[in-house]
């Protein structure tokens, strides 16, 4: 969940369900809207964790792996399920 639990479960769909009940489009039947506002918050969590994927990915001094992790060492963290386990210190 690169971001956490705000952009993805949390705070930012609530609000994005929120607003949309708040504001329905009329033209929409029950279900047609609650399909479209449920899209709709999935699109900008979806947008948001990319975005923020990419500002812990860019910098040069940081890479992101994704998979488990745990200490190897003081001063290392061995990575599994990363396609292929990585160390990294
Ligand atoms: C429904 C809901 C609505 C909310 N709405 C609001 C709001 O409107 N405004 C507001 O201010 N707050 C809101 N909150 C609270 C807000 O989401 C949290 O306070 C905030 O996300 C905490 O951020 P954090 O960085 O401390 O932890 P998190 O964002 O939870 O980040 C922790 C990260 O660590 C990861 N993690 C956990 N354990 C491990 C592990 N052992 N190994 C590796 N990774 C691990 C998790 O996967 C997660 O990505 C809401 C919470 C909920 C549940």
Known sequence: MYGGTCITIACVPTKALV???????RRLGEAAWFEQAAAKK???????????????DSPET??????????????T??????????AAG
């Open 42 to 56: 999935t699109a900008l969590a979806e947008a948001m964790r990319a975005r923020n994927f990419e500002m812990f």
């Open 77 to 86: 963290l061995l990575v599994t399920d990363a396609g292929a386990d990585r």
């Open 19 to 25: 607003y949309q009940a708040e504001h329905p489009d």
């Open 62 to 75: 940081s890479t992101v792996i994704t998979g488990r992790a745990r200490f190897a060492g003081p001063h």
